[in-house]
């Protein structure tokens, strides 16, 4: 059974707004009340959240959908509709979150840090904030948006400052239960280490956390054995630590040849060329162990590494080990906290930028922005009253000024959003933004309308 899961495919909704409300008041003695149709709720977002006590990213293997919840209808009497929950996901610190096609979208390192996936869609506009002078009682409300859907990647890279690395059984996970109080799992057969595996260590007033990385063999950055999977907890390390196995029983292989292999796969992994590195030769407590630490250990320090002779099993070594990691643990602390913080560079959008595009294709023309387009998704068709309105809030954007200088006539076809998902209705321009032909203005409110006819037919009778 699947323990531990490092990297998962999540599918993100949103949930989308409430729709607002058309009404108008009816009350004893007030038989012009007006609109008072009320807002609808936004709806929920989905939010990642770091959560220190999670380790891994299981529950998303089981449920890889997660859904907010969406907003509430408007009512009348101005009653707005209440917000979606939102879908707080907890996420263990070091969660990189991605697209599918790998851009890096948020790095979750810390507790509490938190990153909203998907947006919930805003709540639609009830009529009663619709009303204006020119249309004093709207007959529509707004459709509530819908809410965003994310389809992203998570994945999972440990925070640690010191990585073990090396061969399968070359003694990481004894390592590492000798130095901390965790318990990994070991046993004398390749591969025993299936997750990584965290513990604290203490060396005088330094503490830090040491990673012990499943075994790597050649070929582990092109997916041979199990480093492809889990050569992504390395990175976050700020010191590596070879163990090579001073005993080992396997014809062909010895200390020198290993380290070679395990940096050669780190170099085809890339990015960790400027970590510090420290060999730790293990299994000193069998007589063939400490020999062959003695045969190798001026090579290594003539390569310019800090060699030590330890014994996972006995303990021996092991002292001087620790307080070298806490040295390096500590000097690279120290750099991080005097690095000069990056400038936040705000780049806020231009006052005069354009706010939709239309282009001219074959089968008419097409306006893509984000106004326009959200517009359309609040507009309810049905609804004659709501589809003029849509017209005059795209004339006084400008999209029919725009459309006839690109020598769009009268009935053409226009499409409003991409292609898969495109309104396409057929365009008459208005009073507002054909002034070379005579058409009458879109969005009039009939009642407003008739209500203007009839005080001029009271005029009339006045006047004679």
Same mark, same amino acid.
């Given at each position: 059974?699947?323990?531990?899961?490092?990297?998962?495919?999540?599918?993100?909704?949103?949930?989308?707004?409430?729709?607002?409300?058309?009404?108008?008041?009816?009350?004893?003695?007030?038989?012009?009340?007006?609109?008072?149709?009320?807002?609808?709720?936004?709806?929920?977002?989905?939010?990642?959240?770091?959560?220190?006590? #999670?380790?891994?990213?299981?529950?998303?293997?089981?449920?890889?959908?997660?859904?907010?919840?969406?907003?509430?209808?408007?009512?009348?009497?101005?009653?707005?509709?209440?917000?979606?929950?939102?879908?707080?996901?907890?996420?263990?610190?070091?969660?990189?979150?991605?697209?599918?096609?790998?851009?890096?979208?948020?790095?979750?390192?810390?507790?509490?840090?938190?990153?909203?996936?998907?947006?919930?869609?805003?709540?639609?506009?009830?009529?009663?904030?619709?009303?204006?002078?020119?249309?004093?009682?709207?007959?529509?409300?707004?459709?509530?948006?819908?809410?965003?859907? *994310?389809?992203?990647?998570?994945?999972?890279?440990?925070?640690?400052?010191?990585?073990?690395?090396?061969?399968?059984?070359?003694?990481?996970?004894?390592?590492?239960?000798?130095?901390?109080?965790?318990?990994?799992?070991?046993?004398?057969?390749?591969?025993?280490?299936?997750?990584?595996?965290?513990?604290?260590?203490?060396?005088?007033?330094?503490?830090?956390?040491?990673?012990?990385?499943?075994?790597?063999?050649?070929?582990?950055?092109?997916?041979?054995?199990?480093?492809?999977?889990?050569?992504?907890?390395?990175?976050?390390?700020?010191?590596?630590?070879?163990?090579?196995?001073?005993?080992?029983?396997?014809?062909?292989?010895?200390?020198?040849?290993?380290?070679?292999?395990?940096?050669?796969?780190?170099?085809?992994?890339?990015?960790?060329?400027?970590?510090?590195?420290?060999?730790? #030769?293990?299994?000193?407590?069998?007589?063939?162990?400490?020999?062959?630490?003695?045969?190798?250990?001026?090579?290594?320090?003539?390569?310019?590494?800090?060699?030590?002779?330890?014994?996972?099993?006995?303990?021996?070594?092991? *002292?001087?080990?620790?307080?070298?990691?806490?040295?390096?643990?500590?000097?690279?602390?120290?750099?991080? #906290?005097?690095?000069?913080?990056?400038?936040?560079?705000?780049?806020?959008?231009?006052?005069?930028?354009?706010?939709?595009?239309?282009?001219?294709?074959?089968?008419?023309?097409?306006?893509?922005?984000?106004?326009?387009?959200?517009?359309?998704?609040?507009?309810?068709?049905?609804?004659?009253?709501?589809?003029?309105?849509?017209?005059?809030?795209?004339?006084?954007?400008?999209?029919?000024?725009?459309? #006839?200088?690109?020598?769009?006539?009268?009935?053409?076809?226009?499409?409003?959003?991409?292609?898969?998902?495109?309104?396409?209705?057929?365009?008459?321009?208005?009073?507002?933004?054909?002034?070379?032909?005579?058409?009458?203005?879109?969005?009039?409110?009939?009642?407003?309308?008739?209500?203007?006819?009839?005080?001029?037919?009271?005029?009339?009778?006045?006047?004679?």
């Amino acid at each position: 059974m699947t323990t531990f899961v490092d990297r998962v495919q999540l599918y993100a909704q949103a949930g989308d707004g409430g729709i607002g409300c058309a009404s108008i008041l009816r009350e004893k003695f007030k038989p012009l009340g007006g609109p008072d149709g009320g807002n609808g709720g936004k709806g929920g977002d989905v939010i990642l959240e770091v959560e220190p006590q #999670i380790t891994t990213l299981l529950e998303f293997h089981h449920r890889p959908h997660q859904k907010a919840t969406s907003g509430r209808p408007g009512a009348g009497n101005n009653r707005h509709g209440a917000q979606g929950h939102n879908t707080i996901l907890r996420v263990p610190s070091g969660t990189v979150v991605t697209t599918p096609s790998g851009q890096i979208l948020a790095d979750l390192v810390g507790a509490g840090m938190s990153f909203v996936l998907a947006q919930g869609g805003r709540g639609g506009l009830g009529n009663a904030a619709l009303a204006s002078p020119r249309r004093k009682a709207p007959g529509f409300a707004l459709n509530g948006e819908p809410g965003e859907y *994310r389809e992203v990647v998570l994945e999972l890279k440990t925070v640690a400052d010191v990585a073990l690395v090396g061969f399968p059984s070359a003694g990481k996970s004894s390592m590492i239960a000798a130095l901390s109080a965790a318990r990994p799992k070991i046993a004398d057969y390749p591969f025993t280490t299936l997750v990584p595996n965290l513990g604290v260590v203490t060396a005088g007033d330094t503490v830090f956390t040491v990673a012990d990385v499943p075994g790597l063999i050649p070929g582990a950055s092109q997916g041979k054995g199990l480093g492809l999977e889990f050569l992504r907890h390395v990175e976050r390390c700020s010191v590596l630590v070879h163990v090579l196995d001073g005993a080992t029983l396997e014809p062909g292989r010895d200390p020198l040849d290993d380290l070679d292999a395990i940096e050669k796969e780190l170099e085809l992994y890339g990015g960790l060329a400027d970590r510090p590195r420290l060999v730790a #030769i293990n299994k000193i407590d069998i007589p063939d162990g400490r020999t062959m630490a003695e045969l190798v250990r001026p090579a290594l320090i003539g390569r310019g590494y800090h060699v030590y002779e330890v014994s996972a099993a006995t303990h021996e070594g092991l *002292r001087e080990l620790t307080y070298g990691m806490a040295a390096l643990v500590a000097k690279a602390r120290a750099a991080v #906290i005097h690095e000069i913080a990056p400038r936040i560079v705000i780049s806020p959008r231009a006052v005069n930028e354009e706010s939709f595009v239309v282009t001219r294709e074959e089968a008419g023309f097409r306006v893509l922005g984000e106004r326009p387009e959200r517009w359309v998704r609040q507009t309810n068709f049905s609804n004659d009253e709501a589809v003029g309105y849509l017209g005059d809030r795209l004339a006084r954007l400008g999209v029919e000024a725009e459309l #006839i200088a690109q020598g769009a006539m009268p009935g053409v076809a226009v499409m409003i959003g991409k292609e898969e998902n495109a309104v396409v209705f057929d365009w008459h321009p208005s009073i507002q933004a054909n002034t070379r032909s005579e058409a009458s203005p879109r969005g009039t409110d009939v009642r407003v309308h008739l209500g203007e006819i009839q005080r001029n037919e009271d005029n009339s009778v006045y006047d004679d």
